[in-house]
């Protein structure tokens, strides 16, 4: 099933199912060596530069700590401390980093520069968060519901708030893989029209239902997992005071999840914002599988590491 050696993965949109299901077995099997203390390095003596424009605290840590127990070695690049930041073009910091570098993540602004990055580079590049997507997130993500429900098929998931990042890569995702997902937004913060026409075509093919609507009371019906993001993404931190009150009928508290199964997941990318978007009852709660999904960054983008780079 593996022939993503040499690829880029800059959403799950290039990826079959199949392909997706061989990443999350694939990080399944890494995790269980990793916690049974074996030494595992398929990438012995090959480096990874992480290029980041915006901050982070798990996916920096992450791919830092995963490169190191894969053999290899990870380089932080700061967009503001590499030359990238005075101005030189992507097309050339491409070509030079591939002289060094056997793989690259960039975490960017514009998704474009994501696209350009892989366009130039001859080593497989990684999309570590751009403001249309966040494939890595999801990949962990699908990880963790697939270990606590043994299953994805058929599964329902609500995304509730900023059709944003994740709720693209969660509906591309859960198209792909056959889960139901609907997305409930305020008015003005719908996800993106072409990626929801492209989800409602991938879901014709795998049997997924995608569903956007006003209604959170409606998304969660049913639902096997709610997940929430921030109401103010990196880059929009200016709007915050107008989405607070766009977004104020859309907190995930106690009293909406009481329309979900009763063991759903409550699921975050982190960070997360308490008395916003979520309730400290909620995220805190039993339900809450947020570390999980933190934890499952480790093992999901070793496993893609591998795969791409080994
Ligand atoms: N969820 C996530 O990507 O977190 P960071 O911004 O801390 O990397
Ligand atoms: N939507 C958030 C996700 C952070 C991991 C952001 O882009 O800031």
């Not at 509906?171 to 990626?195: N, R």
Request: charged content about 25%; proline content about 3%.
């Amino acid at each position: 099933a593996n022939n993503l050696k040499g690829r880029d993965f800059i959403e799950l949109d290039d990826f079959t199912p199949d392909e997706i299901q061989y990443l999350i077995d694939l990080a399944i099997e890494i995790k269980h060596k990793q916690k049974s203390g074996e030494v595992y390095q398929p990438l012995k003596g090959k480096t990874i530069g992480l290029i980041f424009e915006k901050s982070s605290t798990r996916t920096r840590v992450s791919f830092e700590v995963g490169a190191f127990q894969l053999g290899a070695h990870a380089l932080f690049l700061s967009k503001n401390d590499i030359q990238l930041g005075r101005g030189e073009i992507i097309s050339d910091t491409a070509q030079v980093l591939s002289r060094y570098l056997d793989g690259m993540m960039i975490r960017t602004f514009g998704h474009e520069n994501v696209i350009d990055l892989a366009r130039y580079a001859t080593v497989p590049v990684i999309n570590g968060l751009s403001d249309l997507a966040h494939p890595c997130q999801v990949l962990a993500d699908y990880q963790t519901v697939y270990e606590h429900k043994g299953k994805l098929k058929g599964l329902k998931l609500a995304y509730i708030g900023d059709g944003n990042n994740m709720a693209h890569s969660l509906m591309i995702g859960g198209a792909k893989l056959g889960v139901h997902v609907s997305v409930a937004t305020p008015e003005g913060y719908e996800p993106d029209a072409s990626v929801v026409k492209e989800c409602l075509e991938i879901a014709r093919e795998t049997g997924s239902q995608i569903v956007v609507t006003r209604s959170p009371q409606e998304a969660v019906k049913d639902a096997d997992v709610i997940y929430t993001d921030v109401w103010a993404s990196m880059g929009f931190e200016e709007e915050q005071k107008i989405r607070e009150a766009a977004f104020k009928d859309y907190q995930v508290d106690e009293q909406l999840v009481q329309g979900a199964k009763s063991d759903y997941l409550f699921m975050h990318c982190l960070p997360a914002h308490r008395g916003e978007e979520v309730s400290e009852g909620v995220i805190d709660g039993s339900n809450s599988v947020i570390f999980d999904q933190a934890e499952n960054r480790l093992h999901a983008q070793k496993a893609l590491m591998a795969a791409l780079m080994g």
